[in-house]
């Protein structure tokens, strides 16, 4: 009997059948017969195939692949066609396989975590199986060119650091380009890096010739190439004798560890990029004389010229508002104007004697719309400049922001929605608030064009005081009203068990009933949020926009055309699968299947959907989509009752995906405190301690654990909640069960809901009987299972101890441990435990001291209880360990200090105490990514992949690293501080 197995492969015109069959009586060969059909299913061509030889392996293209590489690989051989591929390694993984008798194509994407050194994988068929070698090697370093960016001035010589980001096994040559030989040169057309060795084997230096810019280019047949330019510019300048002269800048960021005097200033260039500030002083604690501030923007002020106007906004009606302008050189001004000057009255212009500042009374109509307008400042000798496009313009006309309604209007703890504002000259809003912000976090509003509306996202945090609290829109022309009213409202209210509704009237009015002799006429008022305008096929948005390595997900895609996609892709396309895309008859909308793999690269894809002539425009952002890490979760804490007389008390976290896990925060964190935490190999639980203060409010508290992947939920759930008690009266030892049944019967009772609507002030009272459901037994599952015999050890605080600690108590919890007589580490490098053990009356907890050396090796050590009889065991290895590492880190620099949304870049960050770094956080964390982070062997710096989303708010962020020895600083300071800015 044949076994068929059946291909369908679709094309435009024509579909291919193709049948593998081995008979029992050739046994020893495989035919393959291919039939062509047209579209109504008629047979136009046949062609069969024999092959009678197992599968053999002439050669393999290429033979050496990569840690945390995806290639095309092809096998040349004989009985090739419809080969299978079973690899002996799980670290690889195939697909897009294709082949014929005499050659076997498919891609490989090999792990970062593959064994190094030769692989085998078997192809196999009926009639037999062979194995081929791969030979894998380290993953490829990164080419690195320091410093840049490259600027020089004409005849200047220019050193390049040139290395690799890691040793690598294999020989490198890099070819290096000038583009433009005229603006610069190199010493040197290429460059080689021996194996073992991350050092160029000569210096490359650069030479600038002439003013100008041009490209600097490395290529490798065996790195990435990279590109950077060069630009040579003679912009020396020199201020005349008795000139007066400003410096201006957004931001510079100067990084200082003390205060010195005042530095006297060099007035004389060249002024790039990079402002120096000479300190003609000698400070005692820093042998250093000479900081160097970067700056994005730096202005060079010279002569004439004003600053922005005080105020800077004045509104409709406005009478004789005085206007402070202050700047350099004014003393003559005779023409004060704004352009253009309708409806506007401007009078009693004031200059200073000393040509500081001017004054004068502005006047504005009733009635104005906002405007934008420009400031003209006169002399006779002409106009006098501004300091920025900025300075020189002010807002007339509009008013202060009204609010008419707020949606929705009730809002319950843990709730994350959107909040849409509707009224007038919201416009103008440049911030939002609440008269009680505690326990909500919002983000920043985007406002309608026709200034009507504006939405923004809102998060109830689930300790939020319950009650009402008023939106107050902040302007350039003053605050909406904070007056608690119906229009500005939201009610926080705990979650109702049954929700009528809604019962919703926008407006109350009165019906009047008139002689008509025309046809009958109803006027409404139509809204919409958002009104766009396309042109051609256009994506919109896609939902969900983000998901997790290892999800599969349906995408929700809106736009114009969508019908006309006839493929889509992402860029990059490397660990995401796309299935099936199937749009909507008018095109408004389509769906796209899409697996991400478990090994995805967590960066931003661009979606591609093509026509048959050309790829989808979308609007901004709208074809982004992000792979992020699996997101954490909690499963439970114990012990969820915690006696505030312990003050510092073990806390084990169990859940899932909690590897790597850097920052523990207590929500609220009022008088409690968090150790470092420390997670199990497995990922499954993590260890901390938490420190007590005695006047800590005894309130519940929830507990949220920061991984690479994300935060875990941060609404209270008992899983994650532990609460804070005034003594504990009595301890009965844990009963624990793997599987714990409980059949509960419940006979629901008829009651009386009252539901209520402010807008209509309308009380309904509804008598209803649920509906009785069939009782069900229903099993609770426990995660973790423990028997202990005899005196046991359970954890011990801190688990962390920095090198040169003195006399630092150390406490190990348990039960049974009245006979414990010695504790020792092991290893004992290092570390001496001083002072006899102290065993409590009941036989709960030994405390003992320990000094850390300077030298200590950095590394963990295990904690050992004996008794006469022997060790005392740990609940679980890892909760024996105490790791000793260096000294608290602290942040001195950052390099930059701003970048735009949308940017890739490498950040560079400069400190103390930086060895094992485990994590680098930003706050507020959302629109930025880290990579991993790539320390220096000092430990006084690292450098770090850093990718800003295109819609990433413009703000200023906190920068934190965290290490086994701690997390540096959580306030903002200039050393740690990094903004976003728009282009």
């Known amino acids: 009997m044949n076994k068929l197995a059946h291909y369908f492969l679709v094309g435009a015109f024509s579909v291919f059948l193709v049948l593998n069959s081995t008979t029992k009586a050739e046994a020893d060969e495989r035919v393959f017969s291919e039939y062509q059909y047209d579209e109504v299913g008629n047979i136009i061509s046949r062609r069969q195939d024999k092959s009678g030889a197992a599968p053999s392996v002439d050669a393999v293209t290429p033979s050496t692949v990569r840690q945390n590489q995806t290639l095309s690989i092809t096998l040349t051989g004989q009985g090739l066609r419809g080969a299978r591929l079973g690899e002996q390694n799980d670290f690889f993984t195939f697909s897009n396989i294709s082949s014929t008798n005499e050659q076997l194509q498919f891609t490989l994407a090999v792990d970062k975590n593959a064994d190094q050194g030769s692989a085998q994988v078997s192809v196999s068929t009926g009639l037999g199986a062979v194995f081929f070698s791969l030979n894998v090697l380290s993953e490829l370093p990164d080419l690195r060119v320091f410093p840049t960016p490259i600027t020089l001035n004409p005849n200047a010589v220019h050193p390049l650091n040139i290395s690799l980001s890691a040793i ?101 260039g060249p002024f790039v990029a990079e402002l120096r500030i000479n300190k003609l002083f000698t400070p005692d604690d820093s042998p250093d004389l000479t900081n160097t501030a970067f700056a994005n923007s730096v202005g060079v002020l010279k002569g004439r010229f004003h600053l922005p106007a005080n105020p800077k906004a004045i509104g409709a009606g406005a009478q004789n508002v005085s206007v402070t302008i202050e700047g350099n050189g004014l003393a003559n001004i005779d023409t004060v104007e704004l352009i253009p000057n309708d409806n506007t009255v401007l009078s009693n212009v004031i200059a200073a004697t000393n040509g500081e500042s001017i004054t004068f009374d502005l006047s504005v109509d009733a009635d104005t719309p906002l405007s934008l307008r420009t400031l003209s400042l006169q002399d006779a000798a002409g106009n006098i400049p501004a300091s920025t496009a900025q300075a020189g313009r002010v807002y007339i006309g509009g008013a202060a922001p009204v609010i008419e309604s707020v949606t929705p209007i009730y809002l319950n703890r843990g709730d994350v929605r959107t909040i849409t504002v509707r009224g007038v000259n919201l416009q103008t809003v440049r911030g939002l608030r609440f008269d009680n912000n505690d326990n909500l976090i919002f983000s920043s509003a985007t406002v309608a064009g026709d200034g009507r509306s504006l939405t923004f996202g809102l998060e109830v945090i689930g300790f939020a005081t319950l009650g009402p609290r008023a939106v107050i829109l902040e302007s350039l022309l003053g605050d909406s009203v904070a007056l608690h009213s119906a229009a500005n409202i939201i009610n926080l209210e705990d979650r109702p068990p049954n929700v009528l509704g809604p019962i919703v009237s926008p407006s109350v009015g009165i019906n009047k009933q008139v002689a008509s002799t025309g046809p009958e006429t109803t006027e409404s008022v139509a809204r919409s949020t958002v009104v766009g305008v396309s042109k051609g096929s256009t994506l919109v948005l896609i939902t969900p926009n983000s998901r997790a390595q290892g999800a599969s997900v349906t995408l929700q895609l809106s736009g114009v055309g969508l019908n ?174 793997a599987q714990v049944g409980v059949l509960r019967e419940v006979t629901p009772v008829p009651q009386a809901r009252e539901v209520n609507s402010i807008s209509v002030g309308v009380g309904l009272i509804k008598q209803f009987t649920p509906a009785v459901s069939t009782p069900q037994a229903r099993f609770a599952y426990s995660s973790t299972v423990g028997l202990s015999k005899g005196p046991t050890a359970f954890l011990i605080s801190p688990t962390v101890l920095p090198i040169n600690t003195q006399g630092q108590t150390i406490e190990v919890t348990g039960t049974n441990l009245d006979d414990v007589v010695t504790v020792q580490t092991i290893p004992a490098d290092g570390v001496t435990l001083t002072g006899p053990a102290i065993i409590s009356a009941d036989g709960t907890r030994v405390t003992f001291s320990a000094t850390v050396a300077s030298d200590a090796p950095q590394t963990s050590r295990r904690i050992e209880l004996l008794t006469a009889s022997g060790a005392v065991p740990f609940l679980t290895p890892a909760s024996s360990q105490l790791v000793i590492t260096s000294l608290q880190p602290q942040l001195e620099s950052i390099t930059p200090i701003q970048q735009v949304r949308g940017a890739t870049f490498t950040m560079t960050v400069r400190g103390i105490n930086l060895n094992n770094v485990q994590s680098i956080q930003a706050t507020p964390a959302n629109g930025i990514q880290f990579g991993t982070p790539v320390v220096a062997a000092d430990g006084r710096s690292f450098t770090v992949a850093v990718i800003i989303d295109p819609a990433a708010s413009t703000e200023q962020k906190v920068i934190t690293v965290t290490t086994n020895a701690g997390t540096t600083t959580s306030a903002a300071m200039p050393e740690n501080t990094f903004t976003v800015i728009s282009e």
């Open 564 to 737: 006309d996609v006839i493929s889509a892709e992402f860029e990059p396309a490397v660990g995401i699968t796309v299935g099936d895309y199937i749009a909507s008859a008018d095109g408004t909308s389509a769906t796209l299947a899409i697996d991400v793999a478990n090994d995805a690269e967590t960066t931003v894809r661009k979606l591609v959907l093509l026509t048959s002539s050309s790829a989808l425009s979308a609007l901004a952002s709208a074809d982004r989509f992000t792979i992020t890490l699996p997101k954490p979760e909690i499963s439970s804490v114990s012990p969820l009752l915690v006696d505030r007389s312990e003050i510092v008390v073990p806390i084990t976290i169990r859940g899932e995906l909690l590897n790597d896990a850097s920052l523990v925060t207590i929500i609220p964190n009022a008088g409690v405190t968090a150790s470092v935490p420390i997670a199990s190999l497995d990922g499954r639980s993590v260890s901390v301690s938490l420190t007590i203060a005695p006047d800590a409010p005894l309130t519940p508290r929830i507990i949220q654990l920061t991984t690479p992947g994300g935060v875990t939920e941060p609404a209270a759930m008992l899983s994650n909640t532990i609460n804070l008690v005034e003594g504990i009266n009595s301890v009965v030892t844990p009963i624990i069960s």
């Open 168 to 268: 690598d096994v294999l020989d490198h040559v890099v070819n290096v380009t000038v583009a433009d030989s005229s603006v610069a040169t190199v010493s040197a057309s290429q460059l080689n890096f021996t194996q073992g060795s991350i050092a160029v084997d000569a210096p490359l230096t650069i030479m600038a010739i002439a003013n100008g810019a041009t490209s600097l280019r490395f290529e490798s047949d065996t790195l990435d190439n990279q590109t950077y330019t060069i630009r040579v510019s003679d912009d020396s300048f020199v201020l005349e004798p008795g000139s007066t002269h400003s410096f201006n800048s957004r931001a510079v960021g100067v990084n200082r560890l003390f205060i010195p005097p005042p530095p006297d200033l060099v007035a004389q």
